[in-house]
Each structure stands twice: as C-alpha cells, then as structure tokens.
C-alpha cells in the first residue's frame, strides 16, 4: 500500500514517485472546476504546469541535499515526491557536524537560488515593484494583472523564498530543526538535542495550525500537523530509550522455576518443566550446580513427540 515508483535516475540519485500522487490529478480537476460554469481545460492547464513547476522546485531542494551528501562522501539513497513535499533518504549520518549542517543547509539553499535567480528577472519587468510586493503577499489590497512570463517568474520567487524559509524553521523535522539538533549535539549531547529540537518542533507546529486557520489554507494545515505528530514520535522514541537505559535486567528479571534442569536430566523432564512454566528458555545447571547452558521450548517440542 505504501509504495512508490522509481521515475528514474536524476544526477544519478534514484528519484521515486509516492503512491499518493495518485491525488494530485485529483486535486487538479477539483481545484479547475466551477459551479455554475463545470471544468475549464484552461485552469487544468494552468494547474497542471503550476503543479510540475513547484515539483520541480522541491526536486531541487532535494536534489540540494543528496547531492551535498555525495559530495562529503555519504551515500544518499533515493529521493521520495510526496504531493506535499519530498525526502532525500541518507541513511548514514557524515562523521563532521559541519558536514551535517551542510548536507541539510544545502535543500533551502537551492531554493534562495532559484528564488534569486527569478528576482532580478521579475524586476526587470516594467512594474516590477509591484510584482514583487504582489507575490509577497498575494491576499492583500494591490490588484495587478501580471502576464504569464510574469507569473511563472512571481511563483519561482514566492515559492522558493517559502519553501526555503520554511524549511528553516528551527523545529524538527525540518531542515532547520535537525541542523539545530546537529549543533547542539556536542554542547548538550545527543538525547537533549533531540528533547530540543522535537520540542520546539512541536512547539512551531501548533503555532502553524493556528496560523493556517487564521489564513484557512489547508495545505499548511497538513505540514503543520505532519511536523507536530513527526516531532512527538521521535520525542517519544528518545525518551523510551532512555527509560531503557534507566531499567535494570533486576527490573525485569523473571524468577527461575523452584526445579532446576541437569545436563544428565531427560528431555522428557525438561518438557515436564516447560509445561509448568510459560518461559520459552530454561537454564541448564551441571552437577556442580553451574550454569552450563539453555534449552528452548521450541527445539524441545519439535525434537520428540511424545
Ligand atoms: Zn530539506
């Protein structure tokens, strides 16, 4: 069910699409529908373009990523698109915190370039001022009619300048968050670096469902709620770590059966044990009382049936 499909090779980096892509087709025709007027082929057009531009936009953040991952010698495994973003998957973490922070810095990089890029462009544009204040903030009072160069070149701005800003946010697990996490590995250790990060990771997130309410914009809605519940698991899996690390073996120790098994004993004898106890291992004691070994119930029970 959770699958995904290899698109290709990019840079040499095995690039798959998320099963969940299957929606974004969906949501194309939702999004170009009309009441009153039904389904317009011109807003399908523009959806569609508008959808391979923006994930060509977090291809190449994550592209940013893996790419910066091969360059300090770590293997990056594929990359995932999701409809609401996308994961470059590096299994091992780089030996230099510097090169972690690099590796992570590198996805909104790409993104300040591309948005840099478009910049210059827009502004050349006769009104390019407001163009730019246009697509920094879309909902307010300017009313412009940009052409359509001018809106490809506003959304690679606006867009870039988003998904890198966002993703620099310090809460986990954003880019911003683990590059958090990686700095403060060494002064505060690694469990109090993540207790941190996946903190204030939770901490933001709230922030951005009230925030995405107030602005009623579902799609922020979603990131926000996937970096809250990505945050409380990855603080809940530290802190059962650590109650592991607390727990000692006398904690969970079971109490041997009152009859001890001999090596000289039967198997018959040990199975007579076995069917006083539910322990799926007994030990073994020699005739000087020392621990000599285990047997296990399995192996007992498939040997000889009798
Ligand atoms: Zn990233």
Same mark, same amino acid.
């Given at each position: 069910?959770?699958?995904?499909?290899?698109?290709?090779?990019?840079?040499?980096? $095995?690039?798959?699409?998320?099963?969940?892509?299957?929606?974004?087709?969906?949501?194309?025709?939702?999004?170009?529908?009309?009441?009153?007027?039904?389904?317009?082929?011109?807003?399908?057009?523009?959806?569609?373009?508008?959808?391979?531009?923006?994930?060509?936009?977090?291809? *190449?953040?994550?592209?940013?990523?893996?790419?910066?991952?091969?360059?300090?010698?770590?293997?990056?495994?594929?990359?995932?698109?999701?409809?609401?973003?996308? %994961?470059? #998957?590096?299994?091992?973490?780089?030996?230099?915190?510097?090169?972690?922070?690099?590796?992570?810095?590198?996805? $909104?990089?790409?993104?300040?370039?591309?948005?840099?890029?478009?910049?210059?462009? #827009? /502004?050349?544009?006769?009104?390019?001022?407001?163009?730019?204040?246009?697509? #920094?903030? !879309?909902?307010?009072?300017?009313?412009?009619? !940009?052409?359509?160069?001018?809106?490809?070149? %506003?959304?690679?701005?606006?867009?870039?300048?988003?998904? +890198?800003?966002?993703?620099? /946010?310090?809460?986990?697990?954003?880019?911003?968050?683990?590059?958090?996490?990686?700095?403060?590995?060494? !002064?505060?250790?690694?469990?109090? +670096?993540?207790?941190?990060?996946?903190?204030?990771?939770?901490?933001i997130g709230?922030g951005l469902i009230?925030f995405s309410?107030?602005?009623?914009? $579902? *799609?922020l809605?979603?990131?926000a /709620?996937?970096i809250?519940?990505?945050?409380?698991?990855? /603080?809940?899996?530290?802190?059962?770590?650590?109650?592991?690390?607390?727990?000692?073996?006398?904690? *969970? #120790?079971?109490?041997? $059966?009152?009859?001890?098994?001999?090596?000289?004993?039967?198997?018959?004898?040990?199975?007579?044990?076995?069917?006083?106890?539910?322990?799926?291992?007994?030990?073994?004691?020699?005739?000087?009382?020392?621990?000599?070994?285990?047997?296990?119930?399995?192996?007992?029970?498939?040997?000889?049936?009798?």
């Amino acid at each position: 069910m959770f699958r995904s499909w290899r698109i290709g090779r990019i840079f040499g980096v $095995p690039t798959e699409l998320h099963w969940s892509f299957l929606l974004v087709p969906l949501a194309i025709l939702v999004y170009s529908y009309e009441t009153g007027i039904g389904l317009r082929w011109s807003q399908v057009q523009w959806w569609s373009s508008v959808t391979i531009l923006l994930f060509g936009f977090v291809l *190449v953040h994550e592209l940013g990523h893996a790419l910066t991952a091969r360059w300090c010698g770590v293997h990056a495994q594929k990359i995932i698109l999701f409809p609401l973003g996308g %994961g470059a #998957l590096i299994p091992h973490e780089p030996k230099r915190v510097s090169q972690e922070v690099l590796i992570y810095a590198a996805g $909104p990089l790409a993104n300040v370039l591309l948005a840099l890029l478009a910049l210059p462009v #827009l /502004l050349y544009q006769p009104g390019g001022g407001y163009l730019i204040q246009y697509y #920094l903030n !879309p909902t307010g009072n300017l009313i412009v009619l !940009p052409t359509l160069t001018e809106q490809l070149l %506003g959304i690679t701005f606006a867009v870039n300048a988003v998904l +890198a800003i966002g993703n620099l /946010l310090p809460a986990y697990p954003l880019d911003g968050g683990r590059i958090l996490r990686a700095l403060l590995k060494r !002064p505060i250790g690694d469990r109090r +670096a993540t207790v941190v990060a996946t903190l204030l990771g939770i901490l933001i997130g709230v922030g951005l469902i009230g925030f995405s309410w107030h602005l009623g914009d $579902p *799609v922020l809605s979603l990131s926000a /709620l996937f970096i809250v519940s990505f945050s409380a698991l990855e /603080l809940n899996r530290g802190w059962q770590r650590r109650q592991l690390e607390r727990t000692e073996l006398v904690d *969970v #120790l079971r109490p041997a $059966p009152a009859d001890r098994i001999y090596t000289t004993d039967s198997v018959a004898r040990a199975r007579a044990l076995f069917a006083k106890t539910d322990a799926r291992v007994l030990p073994v004691y020699d005739n000087w009382n020392q621990l000599s070994g285990f047997v296990e119930r399995e192996g007992l029970t498939a040997g000889g049936s009798a």
